[in-house]
């Protein structure tokens, strides 16, 4: 995900939380990821958020600050 910074586009992404699972040494049955996209081009934030939506056949990806 953070390959996908591009500073020439003012884009950004990072993830910074990781979790999954209910115990150690076990196949988690999920897992998530908590993250950031910042950019100022729209068309490379969509680009950017539809990337990141696809890497899961079952995930979202939505704002905590405003929903979106």
């Given at each position: 995900?953070?390959?996908?910074?591009?500073?020439?586009?003012?884009?950004?992404?990072?993830?910074?939380?990781?979790?999954?699972?209910?115990?150690?040494?076990?196949?988690?049955?999920?897992?998530?990821?908590?993250?950031?996209?910042?950019?100022?081009?729209?068309?490379?934030?969509s680009?950017a958020?539809?990337?990141?939506?696809?890497?899961?056949?079952?995930s979202?990806?939505?704002?905590?600050f405003?929903?979106y």
């Amino acid at each position: 995900i953070e390959s996908l910074t591009d500073y020439e586009k003012t884009l950004t992404c990072n993830v910074g939380v990781v979790g999954g699972g209910e115990v150690s040494n076990r196949v988690p049955h999920f897992a998530w990821a908590e993250g950031e996209i910042r950019c100022f081009d729209e068309a490379a934030f969509s680009t950017a958020k539809d990337f990141i939506a696809n890497l899961a056949s079952d995930s979202t990806v939505t704002s905590s600050f405003d929903g979106y």
